[in-house]
């Protein structure tokens, strides 16, 4: 059964980093495309970063350019995001998600083309 699982959410100062994990079990996630999402509450969820499957093309929604980072470690089937200078506009849950279609990354980032989603964790940034 495909899983996916966040953590390393949780309350941070702004200015201040989280890295967000995101295990994989039950496929190899070195052959699916992943991606970070995020849903402030009242809002829409909204694409955050995505990686191809090969690690060779990602995709950063402008708002978190410079300052997050998305990675993958296959051997430990998990993908990361680290996330620097937050703001509490970066307040929300974030979703991890992978897919083994293979498409340009900014439309399946943009488009949400993403069969598999994990539960979530919830991110805060307040003083």
């Known amino acids: 059964q495909l899983q996916l699982v966040e953590s390393g959410g949780g309350l941070v100062q702004p200015g201040g980093s989280l890295r967000l994990s995101c295990a994989a079990s039950g496929f190899t996630l070195g052959y699916y495309a992943i991606g970070w999402f995020r849903q402030a509450p009242g809002k829409e969820r909204e694409e955050v970063s995505c990686m191809s499957s090969s690690g060779g093309s990602t995709y950063y929604v402008d708002s978190v350019k410079g300052r997050f980072t998305i990675s993958r470690d296959n051997a430990k089937n998990t993908v990361y995001l680290q996330m620097n200078s937050l703001k509490p506009e970066d307040t929300a849950t974030y979703y991890c998600?992978?897919?083994?279609?293979?498409?340009?990354?900014?439309?399946?980032?943009?488009?949400?083309?993403?069969?598999?989603w994990g539960q979530g964790t919830q991110v805060t940034v307040s003083s």
């Open positions: 998600a992978a897919d083994s279609v293979d498409k340009p990354v900014q439309a399946m980032c943009t488009m949400q083309l993403f069969g598999s």
